[in-house]
């Protein structure tokens, strides 16, 4: 299995911009997260979806912040529009729901750049 | 709601020589116990995790961890490190229900040196 995909792995953008950020869970599983890693804050989990549906949005920062999850296999975030504060790196992680260990397995991360 | 402490933000040590990673956590429910590694500029990968039984669990490269019910902790472990476990480590926790939050610490800075 190729693990979770996340696109793009690096991405530099102006305030005011729109960002999306790409995740393409392992295959099977039914459950995603999506987390983001500052220095200050360390890792916060920002929305979780079961089945394709959001489970909990709690973490979501603000209104600028959206995600979406079409199917199985691939979730968006969206920031729109960016702002330098949003700079961080965005991990998306899957995990198989029913599993009792509730492993979640993590992508390689998109390090975002607001200028 | 759940909370970790991660008691050390750095920890230097010589190659060979053991290392300790302090976490304590707590929560109002029962929790499954995890410790993840991040090297640099990768995602989190599991190292081991504690569902029940054995209080003492092995992971992978090495490292163990013991639960501690009483002390409400999870220290991490190895005998003798390596150049390659230069790395952040996470603890985490998750409650044991439908709910699959993982909440973590704020990591341990590993650094290795010769």
């Known amino acids: 299995d190729a693990g979770v995909i996340q696109s793009p792995r690096h991405e530099v953008t102006e305030m005011g911009q729109e960002v999306t950020l790409r995740c393409k869970p392992i295959s099977g599983h039914n459950s995603l997260f999506w987390y983001r890693q500052t220095m200050m804050r360390g890792l916060e989990l920002l929305i979780y979806?079961?089945?394709?549906?959001?489970?909990?949005d709690s973490g979501m920062p603000e209104d600028r912040f959206s995600a979406k999850m079409p199917n199985a296999s691939f979730s968006t975030l969206k920031i729109q529009p960016s702002e330098p504060r949003d700079s961080a790196v965005y991990f998306c992680a899957s995990s198989f729901w029913g599993n009792p260990d509730n492993e979640q397995f993590f992508g390689p991360g998109t390090r975002l750049t607001v200028l | 709601a759940q909370s970790v402490t991660q008691l050390d933000s750095q920890v230097p040590v010589f190659e060979e020589a053991p290392v300790e990673l302090r976490c304590n956590y707590s929560s109002s429910v029962s929790v499954y116990l995890f410790w993840y590694v991040q090297y640099p500029n990768q995602g989190l990968q599991l190292l081991l995790k504690?569902?029940?039984?054995?209080?003492l669990v092995k992971g992978i490269n090495g490292f163990e961890a013991e639960f501690n019910k009483s002390q409400t902790s999870f220290h991490l472990r190895k005998p003798s490190v390596h150049i390659s476990d230069t790395a952040e480590y996470f603890c985490?926790?998750?409650?044991?229900?439908?709910?699959?939050?993982?909440?973590f610490g704020a990591g341990t800075t590993v650094t290795v040196r010769a």
């Open positions: 985490a926790v998750s409650p044991r229900s439908n709910d699959y939050k993982l909440s």
């Open positions: 979806f079961n089945n394709n549906v959001p489970i909990d």
């Open positions: 504690y569902l029940s039984g054995s209080t």
